[in-house]
T-cell receptor, first 120, second 115 residues
Framework: GAVVSQHPSRVICKSGTSVKIECRSLDFQATTMFWYRQFPKQSLMLMATSNEGSKATYEQGVEKDKFLINHASLTLSTLTVTSAHPEDSSFYIC????????????????FGPGTRLTVL | AQSVTQLDSQVPVFEEAPVELRCNYSSSVSVYLFWYVQYPNQGLQLLLKYLSGSTLVKGINGFEAEFNKSQTSFHLRKPSVHISDTAEYFCAVSRGSSNTGKLIFGQGTTLQVKP
């Protein structure tokens, strides 16, 4: 099946620094990618939709200036957590949907392995 | 608004016993439903999905689920579990009336398989 990778898998940073997380679709092109956030023992919450060649769209309550998203190519989306604080510590997961041939619908999507961010 | 409720936060079960993980959804439009499994510190893996057609959906690793529109449920079942099935399981619905790729997840159910 299709593969989505994330880098790094784990990052620890000091409060006030910025952290960049990469999400790559390894064997297919993804014009859209999604970024989710998962708190410990909780469900995934959609943060934003990353669109290749245009601005990302953010879910209600997500600060676009704090979580910068860049979809630089058809296989790469990056999430930058700017001026990170301890409350930003979380597990960040990206996904890339695979469009069904000849349709506009997504038949399936593939999730990256996640990035665990710890802000001290 | 659409929502997903997983009725059990934890389900302990002995190896080789059957299991059912319950999922109910709320939606005023057509639904596309999914079950994902998450192993510790890993991303999500698709177990099965309901897009249309037969209400009984078979997935990987011996799992199956049944879409019940009248009861707004999509329960996940396996007739005989293995230790390796111990993981977190998420039920999800595609947001909106089409398969947009945007998912609304339930709270998750921890399946604990005991020897």
């Amino acid at each position: 099946g299709a593969v989505v990778s994330q880098h790094p898998s784990r990052v620890i940073c000091k409060s006030g620094t910025s952290v960049k997380i990469e999400c790559r679709s390894l064997d297919f092109q993804a014009t859209t990618m999604f970024w989710y956030r998962q708190f410990p023992k909780q469900s995934l919450m959609l943060m934003a939709t990353s669109n290749e060649g245009s601005k990302a769209t953010y879910e209600q309550g997500v600060e676009k200036d704090k979580f910068l998203i860049n979809h630089a190519s058809l296989t790469l989306s990056t999430l930058t957590v700017t001026s990170a604080h301890p409350e930003d510590s979380s597990f960040y997961i990206c996904s890339a949907p695979l469009r069904s041939a000849g349709t506009s619908a997504y038949n399936e999507q593939f999730f990256g392995p996640g990035t665990r961010l710890t802000v001290l | 608004a659409q929502s997903v409720t997983q009725l059990d936060s934890q389900v302990p079960v002995f190896e080789e016993a059957p299991v059912e993980l319950r999922c109910n959804y709320s939606s005023s439009v057509s639904v596309y439903l999914f079950w994902y499994v998450q192993y510790p510190n890993q991303g999500l893996q698709l177990l099965l999905k309901y897009l249309s057609g037969s209400t009984l959906v078979k997935g990987i690793n011996g799992f199956e689920a049944e879409f019940n529109k009248s009861q707004t449920s999509f329960h996940l079942r396996k007739p005989s579990v293995h230790i390796s099935d111990t993981a977190e399981y998420f039920c999800a619905v595609s947001r909106g009336s089409s398969n947009t790729g945007k998912l609304i997840f339930g709270q998750g159910t921890t399946l604990q398989v005991k020897p």
